[in-house]
T-cell receptor, first 117, second 110 residues
Framework: EAQVTQNPRYLITVTGKKLTVTCSQN?????MSWYRQDPGLGLRQIYY???????DKGDVPEGYKVSRKEKRNFPLILESPSPNQTSLYFC????????????????FGPGTRLTVT | TQLLEQSPQFLSIQEGENLTVYCNSS?????LQWYRQEPGEGPVLLVT?????EVKKLKRLTFQFGDARKDSSLHITAAQPGDTGLYLC??????????FGAGTQVVVTP
């Protein structure tokens, strides 16, 4: 089954304790992205990756890191989480970046709900 | 700053009624996508509209892209409880970047 998986689905942690949220897709997609979703603000892009070893900042990259060492995996790293990073996080992938093929569908993972106390 | 404004923020209707959700912006988009998100899941793409004035139908859902490609609407005819969810619009700007609206929560009660 074609899918994007994220782990963990739920995480409660304390300020300053480094954490990693994993994301994996089995569709051989080039493009992967991380979003956070907050009430009233919609989905905001954190980082994206056009291909292996190619990553770039989105709209809200502060406090986050990513890496793309393999095509299928795109982990999100919070080196020193803070309470303002409490949010619902989504990983997404598409075959190619949206701008290359107009009707590209972006596939989202099920989300990771992170609480930082 | 939210580039895409969705209205209303919340909509509660009875089964069988019609509803319309709006997505407005001052920016021009190359294309616009509509997603539906259910609790505990990620957004799922419903449709992409590309041409100004384009109308697409998906069963009881009708999507329209404004002539100037700055706004869009989603109309649901004879809503059913299965239509309940958070509806998100996303406009495609330069370099294929998607900008999402905050969403409209639709609740359809039997």
């Amino acid at each position: 089954e074609a899918q994007v998986t994220q782990n963990p689905r739920y995480l409660i942690t304390v300020t300053g304790k480094k954490l990693t949220v994993t994301c994996s897709q089995n569709m051989n997609h080039e493009y992967m992205s991380w979003y956070r979703q907050d009430p009233g603000l919609g989905l905001r892009q954190i980082y994206y990756s056009m291909n292996v070893e190619v990553t770039d900042k989105g709209d809200v990259p502060e406090g986050y890191k990513v890496s793309r060492k393999e095509k299928r995996n795109f982990p999100l790293i919070l080196e020193s989480p803070s309470p303002n990073q409490t949010s619902l996080y989504f990983c997404a992938s598409s075959l190619l970046p949206q701008g290359i093929v107009r009707t590209q569908e972006q596939y989202f993972g099920p989300g990771t709900r992170l609480t930082v106390t | 700053t939210q580039l895409l404004e969705q209205s209303p923020q919340f909509l509660s209707i009875q089964e069988g009624e019609n509803l319309t959700v709006y997505c407005n912006s001052s920016s021009v988009f190359s294309s616009l996508q509509w997603y539906r998100q259910e609790p505990g899941e990620g957004p799922v793409l419903l449709v992409t509209v590309v041409t100004g004035g384009e109308v697409k139908k998906l069963k009881r859902l009708t999507f329209q892209f404004g002539d100037a490609r700055k706004d869009s609407s989603l109309h649901i005819t004879a809503a059913q409880p299965g239509d309940t969810g958070l509806y998100l619009c996303a406009g495609e700007g330069s370099w294929g970047k998607l900008q999402f609206g905050a969403g409209t929560q639709v609740v359809v009660t039997p």
